[in-house]
């Protein structure tokens, strides 16, 4: 709301103004809470500071700024005419300057408070609350958080409160999210409110992923595992993308591994709709192979040195599929797991937290590589446990899938990929099978 004040102001010619209120200004004497106000007869009024008319007089004087102009025609209070430098002071009605916003909510908080006053709708604390704190950037869209700009009230305003959200925050689109539904799907629950598709484009490590964000979601907390990924050589392999999703490891495998062919199992048809125009945008379909359906009937066996098995909190249910999908001669399943630890997860930081691991069989013996490990030891400990044991899973599997050989499994590494909850941390654990 932009509010009204009488102040002392001086009366200037508008060829004069900017030198004028230069000179005040560096000596400190304009109100600097009021904008200038143009008479637009060709005069001006500068708004003065309290008690300030004697110094701007001799200050005039000695710049050399003697009036010469006539303010009859004027409609205003005219306090008093200063007697050196002959300029009039008057009483004016300013317009409070708009405070400069610090932040982008702070912009925001204004603006709306702005388009309130406009549709006279009242700036209640309940309605502030309801103004989101934070939000997502996908390119030209907003993607806010839950539970902001439900109340009904704001629909006074009609799409003119989106064209300020977007004036505000840079963005021509505008949609909210609600909770990652439980569904198999993963299904993100986002609302488009303003603009006429919901598909996105990220780049990230100089791959392009589009997708529909009120469709698909996108696991921007899983990069640590995708860079690693990235730095993989796939040139002599086949490998399987189990959950493939929009492509957030499939990509990484094709692009900068380098993957010889690459089968991506993905049962959401939202999900392969974006996953297929990614592998276009980045100019590798020819390698890959789309596999629509649900993993556990469509996944093709003994064809891959390499198994992603990217799904939390469990892909227990695609191990034995990852099994079958290795070759007779084995290879590397890197599962994704959300692992409990009863430990407290304050005490411990997120960085640095992969290690190597050995084993033959099922006994494995875990060697630390890295110092700052030794700080996180407890909940590492959990890790290599539910590792150990996984291997004996995997064992029975691999003998089931491939009964014509015995196998070896061991851990080949621990990655950390995220804290997920307290005392819950995704990981993903390399395992090697091996044919004996
Ligand atoms: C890629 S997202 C998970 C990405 C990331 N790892 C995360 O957890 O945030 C998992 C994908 O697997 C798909 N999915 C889950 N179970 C599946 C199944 N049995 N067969 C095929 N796709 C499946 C889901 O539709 C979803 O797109």
């Keep these: 709301m932009t509010s009204l ?9 508008n060829t004069l103004c900017q030198p004028i209120r230069k000179i005040l200004e560096d000596s400190k004497l304009t109100d600097i ?12 009024a500068i708004p003065l500071g309290n008690g300030t008319s004697d110094k701007v007089d001799s200050l005039l004087v000695k710049s050399n700024m003697i009036c010469n102009c006539n303010t009859d025609s004027i409609n205003f209070v ?18 409070a300057k708009r405070p400069k916003p610090k932040t982008p909510y702070e912009e925001l908080v204004l603006s709306l408070t702005d388009l309130a006053h406009k549709y006279d709708i009242c700036m209640t604390e309940e309605l502030q609350r309801d103004i989101p704190h934070h939000w997502e950037k996908h390119g030209d869209l907003v993607l806010l958080p839950p539970n902001c700009f439900c109340n009904d009230t704001w629909k006074k305003a009609g799409e003119e409160l989106w064209s300020v959200v977007c004036k505000c925050l840079h963005c021509s689109r505008v949609a909210r999210k609600d909770v990652i539904s439980a569904d198999g799907f993963r299904t993100p629950q986002v609302r488009l409110l303003y603009g006429d598709t919901g598909w996105v484009e990220h780049k990230d ?23 690693r990924i990235a730095k993989f050589d796939c040139s002599n392999e086949t490998v399987v993308d189990l959950y493939a999703g929009i492509g957030y490891f499939t990509l990484p495998y094709l692009v900068h591994a380098k993957a010889r062919h690459l089968h991506a199992c993905e049962w959401n048809p939202d999900a392969v709709e974006a996953l ?5 945008l980045n100019g590798v379909e020819d390698r890959c192979t789309v596999h629509h359906g649900d993993n556990r009937k469509i996944c093709p066996k003994n064809v891959a040195d390499r198994v992603n098995l990217g799904l939390i909190p469990s892909s227990e249910d695609g191990w ?70 996984t291997c004996e899973t995997l064992h029975k599997l691999m003998c089931i899938a491939h009964s014509d050989r015995k196998w070896t499994i061991s851990v080949l590494h621990i990655e950390h990929v995220k804290s997920y909850a307290p005392h819950v941390d995704h990981v993903v654990v390399d395992f090697k099978c091996c044919p004996i």
């Design 205 to 227: 490590n100089r791959i392009r992923y589009t997708y529909n964000i009120t469709k698909c979601m996108f696991s921007a907390g899983n990069v640590t595992e995708k860079l």
């Design 78 to 95: 005219t306090l008093k005419t200063l007697p050196m430098s002959g300029y009039q002071i008057a009483q004016v009605m300013f317009k």
């Design 5 to 13: 004040m009488v102040k002392q102001a001086l009366i200037v010619p």
């Design 33 to 44: 809470s009021c904008n200038l106000k143009d008479f637009g007869v060709g005069k001006i």
């Design 276 to 280: 297929k125009k990614n592998l276009h």
């Design 320 to 389: 034995p599929v990852a099994c079958a999908a290795l070759k007779t001669t084995g290879g590397i399943l890197h599962v994704h797991y959300n692992i409990e630890s009863k430990i407290k997860q304050t005490e411990v930081s997120d960085t640095n937290n992969s290690f190597e691991g050995r084993g033959s069989g099922c006994e494995n013996e875990i060697i630390r590589t890295n110092d700052s490990v030794s700080k996180h030891i407890d909940r590492m400990k959990v890790w290599t446990e539910w590792a150990e044991k």
